[in-house]
């Protein structure tokens, strides 16, 4: 892992950012694969202003993100879709039908994660996919486990997971307690990674990821085996590292 630490969230959002934006000069018509949370949100500023000065544009790449809450309309602000629109799609001239996300409100989830698997494949897989890490080490929504995951699933989320997003609901009975997630295995098939943790609530998660062993007690652990993976962290987040 070529792992690469800086001073604020703002600079890691721009170096991030950049390595985006070198791919699609690079590939125009490539394959991007999204998250969301805080931690993205510099990056996606960054992207937006340099679609808006002209420097690059999103108008072939397609998209596809890592999750999505089951049953929280795609309306409600706290949504993925919701998300990925307000903080990056808005702010390109991306296409809608390039878009991708997982429907956490379809009628059959199994049919939904196999059909998202074959898009996935038609488009000619993941050419960069961006990672965040939970407190407990989940990338996507592959919560720590027993196994390591293969294709798109739904997940029931770790009582972790819920401390840590229901703050963003009205209510804590609001806050979804499913998801549909990408597997480890299509985040494994992406050709790049880049990894991006800011702030001392990373750190332990960080640590496991980086220099605990390759287990799926830490999800994220399984990225020490993908040959291309740019880690941007801060101070904080790189804290426990040696
Ligand atoms: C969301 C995702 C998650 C987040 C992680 C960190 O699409 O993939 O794994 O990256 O939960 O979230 P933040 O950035 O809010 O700390």
Excluded: W
């Excluded at 001239?93 to 494949?121: P, R, S, W």
């Amino acid at each position: 892992m070529d792992v690469r630490i800086y001073q604020t969230a703002a600079e890691i959002g721009e170096a991030a950012g950049e390595v985006f934006v070198q791919q699609i000069l690079d590939k125009p018509d490539c394959v991007l694969g999204l998250a969301t949370g805080v931690t993205p949100i510099p990056m996606y500023t960054y992207i937006g202003n340099q679609c808006n000065a002209g420097r690059v544009s999103l108008k072939k790449v397609t998209t596809f993100n890592l999750d999505e809450y089951c049953n929280l309309p795609v309306t409600h602000r706290e949504s993925y879709y919701a998300f990925m629109h307000r903080n990056l799609f808005d702010h390109t001239d991306i296409l809608e039908e390039n878009v991708h996300l997982l429907n956490g409100n379809a009628d059959d989830f199994d049919a939904e994660c196999e059909a998202y698997e074959k898009a996935m494949a038609a488009a000619g897989g993941v050419d960069l996919q961006l990672l965040g890490i939970g407190t407990n080490g989940h990338i996507g929504f592959n919560e720590p486990s027993d196994e390591f995951s293969d294709g798109p699933f739904k997940v029931k989320l770790t009582e972790s997971t819920i401390t840590s997003n229901k703050i963003y609901f009205d209510t804590e009975d609001e806050m979804p307690r499913y998801a549909l997630t990408m597997g480890i295995g299509d985040i494994m098939r992406a050709k790049k990674i880049v990894f991006i943790a800011t702030g001392e609530g990373k750190a332990k998660a960080v640590y496991d990821m980086i220099e605990g062993p390759v287990s799926p007690k830490c999800p994220a652990s399984i990225l020490q085996n993908h040959k291309d993976v740019i880690v941007f962290l801060d101070k904080g987040a790189a804290k426990l590292l040696k």
